[in-house]
């Protein structure tokens, strides 16, 4: 094995314990017990491991720094995972560092740059819709610092994760609208490259067939944005497609699709129903009040910053954990029809 390929993670995988262990022996840390410290130093000497220098000496102890990486803080769903994440944070003596990707891959690479090279104890992220390369967050697997993926994970890192059960959402939000008796039921579906667009999508497939209810492909439409709402609600108003009721996404989407519908004289909930997902303060301030489908982004944040403590505590290697919430169906005025 050359020199330039041993990393961190190569040397807690080999003596089964955790890479954040490795990092902390290699520092001659007290919390690490001497032989602990002599097994890892006597592999990275065998191996001829050459740390990162820089990176070593700014992480000489813990920091009690954690970073966290969102798509848009502007979110009521996202404001609501940073404040759990602070909650717990706050109550075991740790500080929070916060960056938005805006929904951009550079931008989020560029943020984890940023905390690679800063004091840092572990990341929570909750990944951009255009990410689909990650190789940024596997540098931190190197390096020995903890990664908890929440939301929208990477099946491709094993990681910690807490997600909500996005099938299981979606599948309540389109049997409420069969149980209204509607039966052209359009989905306005988010990103397949994402396992949460991916498991709304398959809710609402299933619940469909489940209920003996015809899948019309042409009422799958990709729209996952306010804007994008606004143009493809017209669109379909105009094509002439019949259709009697929009399961959206998100609850921006709904809120566009609340707005071209009243728009075009269409009445909400009795001409065509309408229902979102995550009961964002939008649900309410929509005309009609907008049935959706609760995310319980508070709980979902002081989850995701426990399992963080626990990885960045423990002192053997654990197998990834996977916490999926439960979701509830929040019926308001723009489907009740019955």
């Given at each position: 094995m050359k020199s330039n390929q041993i990393t961190i993670k190569d040397i807690a995988r080999e003596l089964g314990i955790s890479p954040s262990?490795?990092?902390?022996?290699?520092?001659?840390?007290?919390?690490?017990s001497q032989e602990t410290k002599r097994l890892v130093n006597e592999l990275a000497t065998r191996y001829n491991y050459k740390p990162n220098i820089i990176a070593l000496s700014l992480r000489s102890q813990r920091s009690n720094v954690i970073g966290v990486v969102i798509p848009e803080l502007v979110h009521f769903f996202f404001s609501s995972v940073i404040s759990g994440i602070e909650e717990v944070a706050n109550k075991h003596g740790y500080s929070v560092m916060i960056s938005q990707s805006g929904e951009d891959f550079n931008r989020e690479v560029a943020a984890c740059d940023v905390f690679l090279n800063s004091i840092i104890d572990g990341l929570i992220v909750s990944v951009s819709k255009e990410t689909n390369d990650y190789s940024h967050f596997k540098r931190f697997e190197d390096e020995g610092i903890?990664?908890?993926?929440?939301?929208?994970?990477?099946?491709?890192?094993?990681?910690?994760?807490?997600?909500?059960?996005?099938?299981?959402g979606a599948y309540q939000a389109t049997e409420h609208l069969i149980i209204q008796g509607r039966r052209k039921i359009v989905h306005f579906s988010g990103p397949q490259n994402r396992l949460i667009g991916q498991n709304r999508?398959?809710?609402?497939l299933k619940a469909m067939r489940d209920n003996g209810v015809v899948i019309d492909e042409k009422l799958i439409i990709h729209c996952d944005t306010f804007q994008s709402a606004l143009v493809e609600t017209q669109k379909l108003i105009d094509s002439g497609v019949k259709f009697d009721s929009i399961f959206t996404v998100n609850d921006f989407t709904a809120a566009g699709v609340i707005k071209i519908l009243t728009r075009n004289g269409i009445k909400i909930p009795q001409d065509v129903s309408v229902v979102g997902f995550g009961d964002d303060q939008t649900s309410m301030m929509v005309e009609p009040t907008l049935t959706t489908v609760s995310q319980p982004g508070y709980e979902m944040g002081k989850k995701a910053m426990e399992q963080l403590i626990r990885r960045i505590t423990q002192t053997r290697q654990e197998p990834p954990a996977t916490e999926i919430l439960k979701t509830q169906l929040i019926v308001r005025e723009s489907s009740k029809i019955r």
């Open positions: 262990t490795v990092s902390r022996a290699l520092k001659d840390h007290p919390d690490i903890p990664i908890v993926f929440f939301d929208r994970i990477i099946e491709e890192i094993h990681s910690d994760r807490v997600i909500i059960d996005d099938f299981d999508l398959n809710g609402y």
